[in-house]
């Protein structure tokens, strides 16, 4: 049967993990994802708040574009590489994470999966048609905006002692759309769906994850305000198969419902964006053994509030963030006992400041994450946090040839209590950018990062990732 444990181990791989930018470009100029804006991050409804009534006014140009990002993790201990990872875009991915209450299912073996945070495998459609258009037979055309991503990731960890891997496969589809009811009232609707498979290594595990749902939202504008109203629901479906103390197989299967509501506000000018989002997500699942034994329902109770501000003042930018997010997962048996209730809280801070001038873009950030895991059931609370600071820059050598570099210093604590537990990481980064006659960009990117354990000085870690991201405008 399945056990709930306060995943420690996850945390700290989280808190290693975090802070990598979703994009090429800025990945390649030391993840300032915060001082510079770029195409997977920019200060509106949809990059921002991901309200698909802000799609409309995402881009000014049709595209067409492909993403990929990979990665590879190795552990060693004693000259001895005991684990490594294998990774091609993140194999539980964000949206997936929404919907999968993992820490509530501590052996399904979810709970051990780091999160690289990295872009998926992803190509990319967007049609965008700003202006009243008149078709081949004169039918007028109405201004609209459509996008189609198709995605796939996958994770895979070999364990060399054991000669035997585990793997993860997370393809996704997702669908948005967007128009103009009136000059400054935007609908937008979307649509996703995942299919994610876990394998684990040589015990016959195995687990799939299968949310599918869409949203509907609305935004309007008024002068330099924006005000955007969104909800989504998804209906999740979760198996576990594993094999008992006897040799028997059993499939534990846990069926529900989730709602996200969400509410987002921009005030900007030429010189000063400043944009918030307060977001809330219930979520329901009823849990069955082999389709008849009762097992009892799983649920997260999920708060979000964030705010940033951007100002811009000729070449000089400044930049603050900050966010909140409580989240609860909890298991109650078909007694109506819990036997898992654990709250979650994160706060993140992030100050940066930057140049933009037309031969160098250079910058800084600081980040600073707080968090706690509060065990309502035994009675205990661990904290952490986390601290990193980033530096880099991206020169123009050429007017289409754009060279790029940076460094990351980050040092986590996953336990405030414990006084050896001290994680600290070094990364560096790189990358190169091309603008072929304004018509297609191609941008190239290389991480390497070092860990190093407080607890275990033999014990490294080593982090290297490639990301190519390719845009056409048509």
Not at 219 to 233: C, D, V
Not at 402 to 415: F, I
Request: with cysteine.
């Amino acid at each position: 049967m399945i056990t709930r444990n306060i995943p420690i181990f996850a945390v700290i791989v989280l808190l290693a993990n975090i802070s990598q930018a979703n994009d090429a470009r800025l990945s390649g100029m030391g993840n300032l994802s915060f001082v510079f804006q770029d195409d997977f991050n920019r200060l509106n409804l949809y990059d921002f708040a991901k309200m698909p009534a802000g799609f409309f006014t995402d881009d000014s140009f049709s595209v067409v574009s492909f993403t990929a990002a990979g990665l590879k993790e190795r552990w060693q201990t004693d000259s001895l590489i005991y684990l490594t990872y294998w990774a091609l875009g993140q194999a539980f991915p964000e949206n997936l994470q929404n919907y999968a209450p993992f820490e509530a299912l501590g052996s399904v073996g979810y709970f051990d999966i780091p999160q690289f945070d990295l872009p998926p495998c992803q190509l990319r459609y967007e049609s965008r048609r700003l202006h009243t258009e008149y078709g081949g037979f004169g039918e007028e055309l109405s201004p609209e905006a459509l996008g189609v991503y198709a995605s796939y990731s996958q994770l895979s960890r070999e364990y060399t002692v054991f000669e035997t891997n585990d793997i993860m496969r997370t393809p996704e589809l997702f669908v948005v759309y967007s128009r103009p009811v009136v000059s400054n009232l935007f609908f937008g609707a979307e649509a996703d769906g995942f299919y994610s498979m876990y394998r684990a290594a040589g015990n016959g595990e195995e687990a799939n994850l299968k949310p599918f749902g869409g949203g509907l939202g609305i935004s309007y504008t008024s002068g330099m305000f924006t005000l955007g109203l969104n909800s989504e629901y998804h209906y999740s479906m979760f198996d576990y198969k594993a094999i008992s103390w006897n040799s028997e197989e059993y499939i534990e299967e846990f069926k529900g419902h989730a709602v996200s509501p969400s509410i987002a506000g921009i005030m900007s000018t030429k010189k000063f964006t400043w944009i918030n989002l307060f977001g809330y997500k219930w979520l329901s699942l009823s849990g069955t053994q082999d389709g008849e034994t009762d097992l009892g329902d799983l649920g997260i109770n999920d708060y979000l509030a964030k705010s940033q501000i951007m100002l811009q003042q000729k070449f000089f930018r400044f930049t603050a963030f900050g966010s909140f997010d409580t989240k609860t997962p909890e298991f109650i048996d078909n007694s109506g006992n819990p036997e898992f209730r654990t709250t979650y809280n994160n706060y993140t801070g992030v100050f940066g400041c930057g140049v933009d001038l037309p031969i160098v873009r250079a910058g800084i950030e600081g980040q600073y994450i707080a968090n706690s895991a509060n065990d309502k059931i035994q009675e205990t609370t661990v904290k952490g946090n986390d601290l990193t600071l980033k530096i880099g820059g991206e020169f123009s050598l050429t007017k289409d040839f754009l060279l790029r570099c940076g460094y990351n210093y980050n040092r986590a604590d996953p336990n405030l209590n414990a006084s050896d537990d001290h994680i600290t990481s070094d990364l560096l980064t790189c990358g190169l950018g091309f603008d072929f006659a304004r018509q297609m960009r191609l941008d190239f990117a290389y991480n390497c990062k070092w860990f190093s354990f407080e607890n275990n000085v033999e014990q490294k870690v080593t982090d290297q990732i490639l990301l190519l991201y390719i845009k056409y405008f048509m």
